[in-house]
T-cell receptor, first 111, second 113 residues
């Protein structure tokens, strides 16, 4: 069974203090690894998809990387508006495979 | 372009009742997935529909069911509600489903008393 573990559960940063969020996964064969951001009272919003080890993607202050066992979401010089819950999900190969989500990491950035 | 719309936004029911939640996907999207989100378990997959057919199903009891209409709108139903069914129910749509990014609605917050 596919599994996703995210750590830490919560992270508090000072504005400008860079850090990384971890997503460890086990899957029979990886079709894709997804990162989403969720704000309170809203549904998750797509950030990135990574497909193979070594792949990296960037968007503003966020950079996602992927190895065969884990993914990192690096946040450079975060701002208070980056405060949210960050969700990682994997999808295995195979027809119509479902997404398996981790429990998320709640990030709080203090001004 | 309108996003994914879920109704109602909030719902309060009592144990034993049944409930129907509605989801209107983004125009042109044929895949609709449903997820249950709780603080303890996170996001858990319920089922996915594509062109009116259930394409995949998660590990939930048969009390949880769904359907999709010809216009891609979807409903999910929970019968004989239990206290543990209290959760945020999220609907997500995409063009084809597998391997694509999902567009989520804001969810229906269900409270079972």
């Amino acid at each position: 069974e596919d599994q996703v573990t995210q750590s830490p559960e919560a992270l508090r940063l000072q504005e400008g203090e860079s850090s990384s969020l971890n997503c460890s996964y086990t899957v029979s064969g990886l079709r894709g690894l997804f990162w989403y951001r969720q704000d309170p009272g809203k549904g998750p919003e797509f950030l990135f998809t990574l497909y193979s080890a070594g792949e990296e993607k960037e968007k503003e202050r966020l950079k996602a990387t992927l190895t065969k066992k884990e993914s990192f979401l690096h946040i450079t010089a975060p701002k208070p508006e980056d405060s949210a819950t960050y969700l990682c999900a994997v999808q295995a190969t195979g027809a119509n495979s479902k997404l398996t989500f981790g429990k998320g990491i709640t990030l709080s950035v203090r001004p | 372009k309108a996003g994914v719309t879920q109704t109602p936004r909030y719902l309060i029911k009592t144990r034993g009742q049944q409930v129907t939640l509605s989801c209107s996907p983004i125009s042109g999207h044929r895949s609709v997935s449903w997820y249950q989100q709780t603080p303890g378990q996170g996001l858990q997959f319920l089922f996915e529909y594509f062109s009116e057919t259930q394409r995949n199903k998660g590990n939930f009891p048969g009390r949880f069911s769904g359907r999709q209409f010809s216009n891609s709108r979807s409903e999910m139903n929970v019968s004989t509600l239990e206290l543990g069914d209290s959760a945020l129910y999220l609907c997500a749509s995409s063009l084809q489903g597998a391997g694509e990014k999902l567009f989520f609605g804001s969810g229906t917050q269900l409270s079972v008393l």
